[in-house]
């Protein structure tokens, strides 16, 4: 009943002249009627309210004034269903329309508009046709329009609906800078509010107006950055209603995916190799210049390439034991295979395999580290195959060798135990114990005088308390080889987790720690930490950043 501007006193609610229950609830009546226990047919209501006259009169304050109300109608128990010849849904003027033709007269029913994860819609009107839902603005959702009346439901139509709202893209332009854009807008656009959200540059989502087309800018990522930018649309008074679009940016590799690189910063070029191809860009563009098929020289897989100082030869190997150089400007050049004197080593029934290779030096004397039997590490004299050094079993670490071929650097021991650095000096064709540095990772730095050590210490031990830098002066060794060169400067490195691996770049003279999702840049000229990049698992050459993915960038 329709709320009455006075007070309701009383009621008597009749079915076919019986009474039945009612209530008075905020000044109207209540009352139910069960269509399973009434018979089918026409039934009749019959109303009587008695209404608080509000005079004031005596009469009134006595309860003995007031109006008397009277009203009956119909009610008509009706089990048929209706027909519907038709059911159509789309687009019109921007908003998700469903039609339909039903009966023209019946009118023992209701619709009932179904929407997965929204509250039914009902439309009391049995001559109603059509159903704008005003709320979608996009996404998926499931439908579904029904007749329901007395013990029947009758299904009207149904559907799955996804609709992408707009095109939407993210583009970029020669600055680097990203815009999201969009165009041929479907929905309609009145009062629809929509909100950006891409969780590497923004806190929270930002509202922009929404319209039939337009740009918002997004800002500028990161080397290798990929963006996923979620759009959200609702029109107002709809929030229940709204609907989520992703775009992303992939960033697009300027190189060949690789395993190994090394640099020819005399000839501004880059070498790169795949499993089964080396290739050669130059720097200057990055544009790919020859490539060679590794395949064809015998080499397999897991390939370790190395260049000699002058930039003249090119060394690779892979997983069994094959090694070949040539000359990295022309691929064309006769490839050298070479085969190292293995006959001091005791497991003679193993096969050389895992070959890792170090640095090498322009008179062609080469580190390495492989597996025959054990764990080995040895100096090759690439232009015999003659084995000048080579490490007792059970060692995991390549050697390092000066550039003149005077002296290596190598860790004796196993890792997360106890292992020791050692110089060691070429005489008489062997090289020999000098003494002792820290153990880690070495170099040779520039000039000849000074050697390094980059030690984890998550590799002595099992506390995470730092890593640090340390550099010897070679010219003054121990006068007791199992004593410790003289130690010219250090530098503890902070703790940092994350910590994928250390390399130092002799062009540069900088050493690049390589987390999951940066690189910082270590200046041994300074003893200084000068820069920092983000991206993930990057690596430091001549100045540029890359990662095996196929990136490179000229670092700013």
């Known amino acids: 009943m329709k709320e ?83 059911y159509r849904g789309g687009f019109e003027n921007g908003y998700l329309t469903y039609r339909w033709n039903g009966p023209d007269s019946q009118s023992n029913f209701i619709y009932e508009i179904l929407r997965h994860g929204l509250r039914d819609t009902l439309i009391y009107d049995p001559q109603a046709n059509h159903f704008i839902d005003y709320g979608y603005v996009g996404g998926a959702q499931s439908n579904m329009i029904r007749a329901k009346g007395f013990d029947f439901k009758e299904v009207i139509g149904s559907d799955e609906v996804y609709q992408i709202p707009a095109d939407f893209k993210l583009t970029k332009d020669a600055e680097g800078m990203v815009r999201l854009v969009w165009s041929n807008s479907v929905i309609n656009t009145e009062k629809v509010q929509m909100s950006i959200m891409e969780y590497s540059l923004f806190d929270s989502p930002k509202p922009y107006p929404y319209s039939s087309s337009g740009e918002i800018l997004i800002g500028k990522p990161g080397f290798m950055q990929e963006l996923h930018v979620i759009i959200s649309l609702y029109r107002t008074g709809y929030l229940s209603q709204k609907a989520s679009i992703s775009v992303d940016l992939k960033p697009t590799p300027n190189l060949k995916p690789f395993i190994a690189y090394a640099m020819l910063k005399e000839r501004n070029k880059l070498l790169i190799t795949s499993n089964e191809t080396m290739y050669r860009y130059d720097l200057e563009g990055f544009v790919l210049e020859d490539s060679l098929s590794l395949n064809d020289q015998g080499l397999n897989k897991n390939l370790s390439l190395t260049v000699s100082p002058d930039e003249s030869k090119v060394f690779i190997s892979d997983d069994y034991g094959h090694l070949i150089s040539f000359n990295p400007i022309d691929f064309n050049v006769t490839h050298h295979k070479i085969e190292p004197t293995i006959e001091k080593f005791t497991d003679q029934n193993s096969l050389l395999t895992t070959v890792k290779l170090g640095n090498v030096t322009d008179n062609g004397l080469l580190a390495m580290k492989f597996w025959k039997g054990d764990h080995y590490a040895m100096v090759l004299d690439t232009n015999g195959g003659e084995v000048l050094w080579h490490s007792p079993p059970s060692n995991h670490y390549a050697p390092t060798v000066s550039n003149d071929g005077e002296y290596i650097a190598v860790d004796l021991g196993v890792p997360y135990a106890n292992y020791e650095g050692w110089i060691l000096k070429l005489k008489d064709g062997h090289y020999h114990p000098m003494g002792k540095i820290d153990g880690g990772d070495h170099a040779f730095l520039p000039g000849g005088k000074e050697v390094m050590s980059i030690t984890r210490q998550s590799e002595l031990t099992h506390y995470t308390d730092g890593d640090y830098i340390r550099v010897y002066n070679l010219m003054s060794p121990p006068q007791d080889t199992n004593s410790t060169f003289n130690r010219l400067r250090d530098f503890s490195i902070p703790y940092k987790s994350g ?28 003893m200084q930490f000068e820069q920092s990049f983000s991206g993930p698992l990057l690596q430091y050459s001549n100045g540029h950043l890359l990662n095996k993915a196929g990136f490179i960038k000229t670092a700013p």
Request: proline residues 4%; charged residues 25%.
């Open 4 to 86: 009455l501007d006075h007070k309701i006193i009383s009621s008597e609610i009749k079915l076919d002249g019986s009474l039945i229950n009612s209530t008075i609830y905020k000044n109207s009546i209540d009352f139910i009627l069960n269509s399973e226990s009434m018979e089918i047919g026409e039934h009749r209501i019959d109303m009587v309210l008695h209404v608080d006259t509000e005079s004031g009169s005596l009469a009134n304050v006595a309860g003995a004034e007031f109006y008397v109300i009277k009203q009956s109608f119909k009610v008509i128990i009706d089990p048929t269903p209706p027909e519907f010849d038709s």
């Open 499 to 526: 910590l994928n691996k250390m390399d130092y770049d002799p062009i540069t003279n900088l050493i690049g720690f390589t987390y999951s999702d940066n690189i910082d840049l270590f200046d041994l000229n300074t």
